[in-house]
């Protein structure tokens, strides 16, 4: 036991030397061993154990188990901490079940003690079988490769020294040491989908093959090394075609129609779940929507939960929130006049600022995309930002050649989404700068600009230069 405890911790970089570490006990024979081992291998690491039980206030028994793990740690001299919650209750506020809510709240105390402890790692007592009790559980509702992994060693600060120990072995460990432990009646009992894969599938299975719990075991270890692998290669992926906002993505469609099946379902799923801030109910069906819109004409969309919108785009396909959607303070803009020289502001959006020059030859032209340089005296004092309308043009040539913008929309590509979101500066009808595009040849600075109009776009709380 202990040999194999010290090979994961070391394996998997589970503790540092000196380190302080909260221990969730529950009383039951899984956490009494964990505290037990880490006992004894504390002298090894100099570590100092913190313990942490949680008093779900479901069962009679309860009382009796919070009394049990308060004893043991006074008798030994560990700290402890108890929490109670009535976790019915709260499953019933959270709309979740009463599994579901026990697991998010142990996990809230546990991080809540850290911090107040100044801890640096939570240790939970899973083991081998409850790995693959995880394993079934994930398969039996539907699964990617992560699921298949099952409970990792490592999530962050939360360790699992006994992830490679049996069940068994945990029995005679505690046996042998004479510790004593709590049993929780509600496990014998079929009332949860965990307990009926624990108590009536697992020993089903294991009557075919006696090793079947460490061969599934060393299943959920290949589908990490997999999923480990894949991760690496979509983060690269996405560092090159697909650009990330706060409430939205861009991925390249062409780029993402290159890649294998498997790493297209990567990408989609890495980035539904970013912007989601939560995986529970994000399936492989989410992912294979969202894949069908490569192949999808402009402007067809999917919903999907948390909120989100995929859309298909001209060269790309969006996912966002729809709430963002309906905010976004560039759409339905009311005209806003320019002030010449001087800043306007724009509610939410940014500010505009102009400034006047006079010049004798032409000046180094401005290459950044949010900063134009015009011929002022081409320029009346109609000058506004607004967004595009029927009827808008530009002057396209040195002729004097009109183009109607929508005309330039579809020849740029520009998905209709996106245009409701652009604005322009105009003088009627005319446009001057498609924001962040291409300006008026008319207005251009020539060998006869004797006045220079420089505009700066600068959206709020970005540097676009």
């Given at each position: 036991?202990?040999?194999?405890?010290?090979?994961?911790?070391?394996?998997?970089?589970?503790?540092e030397q000196g380190e302080k570490i909260v221990v969730g006990v529950s009383g039951g024979a899984d956490s009494m061993c964990l505290l037990a081992?880490?006992?004894?291998?504390?002298?090894?690491?100099?570590?100092?154990?913190?313990?942490?039980?949680?008093?779900?206030?479901?069962?009679?028994?309860?009382?009796?188990?919070?009394r049990y793990v308060?004893?043991?740690?006074?008798?030994?001299?560990?700290?402890?901490?108890?929490?109670?919650?009535?976790?019915?209750?709260?499953?019933?506020?959270?709309?979740?079940s009463i599994e579901e809510a026990g697991r998010d709240y142990r996990y809230e105390c546990f991080e809540l003690a850290c911090r107040q402890e100044k801890c640096q790692k939570i240790a939970v007592a899973h083991h081998q079988?409850?790995?693959?009790?995880?394993?079934?559980?994930?398969?039996l509702r539907g699964t990617g490769m992560r699921g298949l992994g099952s409970i990792p060693a490592v999530r962050g600060k939360i360790i699992r020294p006994l992830l490679y120990v049996d069940r068994a072995e945990i029995e005679h460990f505690l046996q042998e040491h004479g510790i004593g432990y709590v049993t929780d009646a509600s496990n014998a009992t079929d009332d949860y989908s965990r307990n009926l894969i624990r108590n009536r599938i697992l020993p089903q299975i294991q009557d075919v093959n006696a090793q079947a719990i460490p061969h599934m075991a060393a299943v959920a270890d290949l589908a990490q090394?997999?999923?480990?692998?894949?991760?690496?290669?979509?983060?690269?992926?996405?560092?090159?075609?697909?650009?990330?906002?706060?409430?939205?993505?861009?991925?390249?469609?062409?780029?993402?129609?290159?890649?294998?099946?498997?790493l297209q379902r990567h990408v989609i799923y890495r980035l539904l779940t970013q912007l989601a801030g939560s995986a529970k109910d994000i399936r492989q069906i989410h992912v294979e929507q969202i894949r069908s819109l490569l192949d999808k004409p402009v402007g067809k969309q999917i919903h999907?939960?948390?909120?989100?919108?995929?859309?298909?785009?001209y060269e790309s396909i969006c996912i966002q929130k729809t709430d963002s959607v309906q905010t976004d303070r560039a759409r339905d803009m009311e005209p806003v006049m320019i002030q010449v020289p001087g800043i306007v502001r724009l509610n939410g959006i940014g500010e505009i600022a102009c400034s006047l020059r006079k010049i004798e030859q032409i000046p180094e032209i401005s290459k950044k995309v949010y900063t134009k340089m015009f011929d002022y005296?081409?320029?009346?004092?109609?000058?506004?930002?607004?967004?595009?309308?029927?009827?808008?043009?530009?002057?396209?040539?040195?002729q004097g050649e009109r183009k109607k913008l929508s005309r330039y929309f579809v020849d740029h590509k520009i998905a209709q989404e996106e245009r409701q979101r652009m604005l322009v500066l105009a003088e009627g009808d005319r446009i001057d700068w498609i924001i962040g595009q291409r300006i008026g040849e008319d207005v251009k600075i020539t060998e006869t600009t004797k006045t220079v109009?420089?505009?700066?776009?600068?959206?709020?709380g970005e540097e676009h230069g």
């Open positions: 036991m202990l040999a194999q405890v010290r090979k994961t911790l070391e394996q998997f970089h589970m503790i081992v880490l006992q004894e291998l504390a002298p090894e690491w100099d570590l100092q154990l913190h313990v942490v039980h949680v008093n779900h206030l479901l069962r009679e028994e309860a009382a009796e188990e919070e308060r004893e043991y740690c006074n008798k030994q001299g560990i700290p402890c901490t108890v929490f109670h919650k009535d976790i019915k209750e709260y499953a019933e506020e959270a709309g979740c079988k409850d790995r693959v009790e995880t394993l079934l559980f994930h398969m090394e997999y999923w480990q692998y894949v991760e690496g290669q979509a983060q690269i992926w996405e560092k090159e075609w697909v650009k990330i906002r706060k409430d939205r993505v861009l991925i390249d469609s062409g780029a993402m129609k290159s890649q294998p099946e498997l999907l939960p948390y909120g989100l919108m995929g859309c298909s785009r005296d081409k320029i009346n004092d109609t000058l506004c930002v607004r967004n595009p309308r029927a009827g808008d043009y530009f002057i396209m040539n040195v109009l420089q505009v700066e776009f600068r959206y709020q």
